[in-house]
């Protein structure tokens, strides 16, 4: 216990004799450790709202007016038998039109009152095994013919339509978001681990001739490290702190007033605050430890 007071003193007294180094190593910490308390649940909400949508992905396969009751009973076997089908659902045209009132009927009331009858044609809804398939499935339903062209299952089928375009918009957008705010939070990584090092590589400077007599009076290479190790964590504290401290202050003033208009604001429910916090305290201290121990390896030749 006496040996563990006297590492965390030299560990402080150090800090004193640097604190400008230090206070821009704690600096950059905090702003990393704020990057990332940002990042992961903007991550989970993209993620989680790219598999909400290529969930929803569907074929509609619409038909004719004219199709006979046996013709559609027959094209829904055939639909059902294809591969990666998992479910196939019949909406009649009056279906069709319910749905449509169900979805636009309060933004369209005005079309709505101008439809003399029922423009929408009878469909099927089909569900795919998993998204990535969605083009396969297309594909069944559509082969090519005797005569080197693509042609429907059956005659009866007036068109085939998904939302694939737009599923594929959504991915691409968040793609680009999760890579450039990984880069972002590479750099701030980056920027915090050379900060700590140069903190670390200082004190060693200025302690070199105590380093030279602790070496001339036996001490272990692992005496000697300890207070700079604990020095880097103490860095990783103050900074995962001084972060925390900020991100509970945003979450209460902005996040929760906007959690009911904004859907990003809701990611933290999908991972509790108190998780997320113990994540950015462990992953500060950690940064802190690394720069700490890759500055020694380099810098502290004994």
């Not at 989970?44 to 509609?60: F, I, M, W």
Request: proline share 4%.
């Amino acid at each position: 216990m006496g040996k563990i007071f006297f590492f965390t003193g030299e560990a402080l007294r150090a800090i004193k004799r640097n604190v400008a180094p230090t206070t821009a190593a704690v600096v950059t910490t905090v702003l990393t450790a704020i990057l990332l308390g940002v990042l992961i649940p903007i991550f989970q909400t993209a993620q989680s709202k790219g598999d909400e949508v290529r969930s929803q992905l569907e074929l509609r396969a619409f038909i004719y007016d004219d199709a006979t009751k046996a013709e559609t009973q027959a094209l829904q076997t055939k639909i059902e038998g294809l591969p990666h089908v998992a479910s196939v659902t019949y909406l009649t045209k009056a279906d069709a039109l319910a749905e449509f009132k169900q979805e636009f009927g309060q933004e369209n009331r005005d079309v709505l009152k101008e439809l003399n009858g029922n423009p929408l044609p009878a469909n099927f809804i089909i569900k795919p095994d998993d998204a990535v398939n969605l083009n396969a499935i297309r594909s069944s339903m559509q082969p090519v013919g005797s005569n080197g062209k693509p042609q429907y299952i059956s005659p009866i089928i007036e068109k085939v339509d998904d939302r694939q375009e737009t599923a594929d918009t959504i991915q691409e957008v968040t793609g680009a978001l999760k890579l450039v705010l990984t880069v972002i939070t590479v750099l701030l990584i980056g920027a915090s681990l050379l900060l700590i090092g140069n903190t670390i590589r200082l004190s060693i400077y200025t302690r070199r001739r105590e380093i030279e007599v602790m070496r001339l009076v036996g001490a272990t290479r692992w005496f000697i490290r300890w207070p700079f190790m604990i020095e880097g964590v103490v860095v990783g504290v103050l900074g995962g702190a001084i972060a925390i401290l900020v991100l509970w202050i945003g979450k209460v003033t902005v996040v929760d007033p906007l959690s009911d208009k904004f859907a990003l604001m809701n990611a933290q429910d999908s991972m509790s605050f108190a998780v997320l916090v113990a994540c950015l305290f462990i992953a500060a201290i950690l940064v802190s430890a690394i720069g700490s121990g890759l500055t020694m390896r380099r810098f502290l030749k004994i």
